[in-house]
């Protein structure tokens, strides 16, 4: 069974700081690691898709890091704001192009 | 960006009623659809994933005859919970894509369903 875990669960963060969060997955078997934002009564919106170790990519103030060989991404905020309050979700492609989820990280920006 | 409308938003409905969910496409041809689940503080759990023209294709212990996905156009798939129990209750999300390599999936708004 595919895990993917999702570290912390919850995170209360000041407006203006910067923050970062864990997403790790099995080394083996990888094809793409995929981030989502997901906000309250909104659809989950697609952030990255990473593919290759070693992977940066960046969208506004919002980063994301792979390492394939030892299974983890980290997404980065930087300089939060309050629209950045929301879940953020990592899922894990597996061979049939299927997503495993993450449980997610409730971020929570408070002004 | 790319669109998916999914509807209706909330069901409130009696035990043994069949719902029938859409989830559209609206700009562009979704070659294959994901139908999740999501329990309360857990992850989104894929139920199935169907192809357009083509049969589903259903997770171990999901039960088809349950749960009925017609994908019959690039732009349309419907999940079915067919005489769904209180135990049905929960969140159904779908996704699309389109049919290039390591593209995201796009996900409508979900459905809250209640079965008294």
Known sequence: ILNVEQSPQS????????????????????????????????SPEALFVMTLNGDEKKKGRISATLNTKEGYSY??????????????????????QKLVFGQGTRLTINP | ???????????????GTSVKIECRSLDFQATTMFWYRQFPKQSLMLMAT???????????GVEKDKFLINHASLTLSTLTVTSAHPEDSSFYICSAKDGLQNQPQHFGDGTRLSIL
């Open chain 2, 50 to 60: 169907s192809n357009e023209g083509s049969k589903a294709t259903y997770e171990q």
């Open chain 2, 1 to 15: 960006g790319a669109v998916v409308s999914q509807h209706p938003s909330r069901v409130i409905c009696k035990s």
């Open chain 1, 75 to 96: 997404l980065y905020i930087k300089g939060s704001q309050p629209e950045d309050s929301a879940t953020y979700l990592c899922a894990f492609m597996t061979g049939a």
């Open chain 1, 11 to 42: 995170l209360h963060v000041q407006e203006g700081d910067s923050t970062n969060f864990t997403c790790s997955f099995p080394s083996s078997n990888f094809y793409a690691l995929h981030w989502y934002r997901w906000e309250t009564a909104k």
